[in-house]
């Protein structure tokens, strides 16, 4: 210290420290947040000792935990990708199907799928598929109503039905009283 009475020795020294003050406090700086990549990363404490990492460029979310080889993130599964690719996949399936509906739109008229289809239920069983179609003079489909006896079956069993369902009811309504 004998050096550093003399006031240019002083100076001297002063002026090496305002130097590598500069340079000591960067490299100080730089160790303190080694894992954080200029503010790239942040960090949230969870209840179990775990951390959040959110990466602020992209978005991605990452769980850090302590283990015996020391601390792993793992990224956390993200919806919106999933979202995403369903989306582009719904939209990828609507443009095909449209695609498809205008092949059809461009068939030509009198076509299969423009003609009319024959009724199921007009054929009777002594009928031929022949008989049934209509001919090109016009021929109109006709309609067989229920004759008196097909509508005696239905209000009959819609009667029975009816019973069954206020017996039920009432058996219920026994049973539920008088477990009370």
Known sequence: ???LQHPQSWRSWIAAMVITLPFLTV????QTQP????GRYSFSQSSDGSFVRLDTRSGSIATCK?????????????ERDAFDKEIGRLQADNARLKE???KR???????????QLP???????????????PSDSGAKIELQLPDDKD??????FLERAWRRLVEAANRMQRDVTGRI
Not at 66 to 78: F, H, I, L, Q
Not at 109 to 115: E, F, I, V
Not at 119 to 133: I, M, N, P, R
């Open 119 to 133: 009724k199921a239920d007009s054929l009777k069983s002594g009928e031929s598929a022949q008989a049934s179609k």
């Open 100 to 102: 498809q509906l205008a």
């Open 151 to 156: 509508i005696d079956r239905v209000v009959s």
């Open 1 to 3: 210290m004998a050096g």
């Open 27 to 30: 490299g100080v700086g730089a």
């Open 35 to 38: 894992d954080r990549e200029n």
């Open 66 to 78: 302590r283990s015996a080889a020391g601390w792993a993130c793992y990224a956390a599964p993200d």
């Open 105 to 115: 739109d461009l068939a030509e008229p009198g076509s299969k799928t423009d003609a």
